[in-house]
């Protein structure tokens, strides 16, 4: 069974930073890309980011929101992906899942975690 | 970056009853689209892909349709699990984006 785990979230004033964690198992995580979706309150799904594959290069890409302030990482040693955010900012203010699919280059995501909400707030 | 837009955004329909939902690309996308269920305190769960391939255990009352800019989503005979809300989203170009959405509710 594929399971994804989130955790990290919490309070964070503006300006700050925080790293979210996504425990993987159940898949050949060191070949799937990986992805980071988010969903602010009332709001509809947003890409935040991917992460390829090291075998694939494991170049990142980023929405528009995470741009120059999110990165993204991965230790396929560990099974685990990363999002650091730094400069947050109040419409950071959602719930972070970590996802993926079955194929291993995934463009569309069979496998999601249970979410963890980051909310940006003084 | 593709637009999705999805109507209408909200549907209300009776128990039994058929609901059609639809999504509109602001360019071709083909055949890559696929459509999500989310209900309250869920992760989104993956119902089609390829426009028309039903995901593992979704039931067959759910069909997908349409090519290049236009699809749509049909539940055949709603039953009360599936009042939720429905997403589509593209995958054939970087970045991935979905529609707003269209919640399904109960008449």
């Known amino acids: 069974e594929v399971q994804l785990v989130e955790s990290g979230g919490g309070l964070v004033k503006p300006g700050g930073s925080l790293r979210l964690s996504c425990a993987v198992s159940?898949?050949?995580?060191?070949?799937?890309?990986m992805y980071w979706v988010r969903q602010a309150p009332g709001k509809g799904l947003e890409w935040v980011g991917r992460?390829?594959?090291?075998?694939?290069?494991?170049?990142?890409d980023y929405g528009e929101p995470g741009k120059g302030r999110f990165t993204i990482s991965r230790s396929d040693s560990e099974d685990m992906l990363y999002l650091q955010m730094s400069g947050l900012k109040t419409e950071d203010t959602a719930v972070y899942y970590c996802?993926?699919?079955?194929?291993?280059?995934?463009?569309?995501?069979?496998?999601w975690g249970q979410g963890t909400l980051v909310t940006v707030s003084s | 970056e593709i637009v999705m837009t999805q109507s209408p955004p909200t549907l209300s329909v009776s128990p039994g009853e058929r609901a059609t939902l639809s999504c509109r690309a602001s360019?071709?996308?083909?055949?890559?689209l696929a459509w999500y269920q989310r209900k309250p305190g869920r992760a989104p769960r993956l119902l089609i892909y390829?426009?028309?391939t039903r995901a593992t255990d979704v039931p067959a009352r759910f069909s997908g349709s349409g090519s290049a800019t236009e699809f749509t989503l049909i539940i055949s005979s709603l039953q009360s699990e599936d009042f939720a809300v429905y997403y589509c989203?593209?995958?054939?170009?970087?970045?991935?984006?979905f529609g707003g959405g269209t919640k399904v509710e109960i008449k």
């Open positions: 390829g426009t028309s």
């Open positions: 360019q071709s996308v083909s055949n890559n």
């Open positions: 989203q593209q995958y054939i170009n970087w970045p991935l984006t």
């Open positions: 992460i390829r594959s090291n075998f694939d290069g494991g170049a990142t």
């Open positions: 996802t993926t699919g079955q194929d291993w280059r995934a463009l569309y995501f069979d496998f």
């Open positions: 159940g898949l050949t995580f060191n070949r799937a890309w």
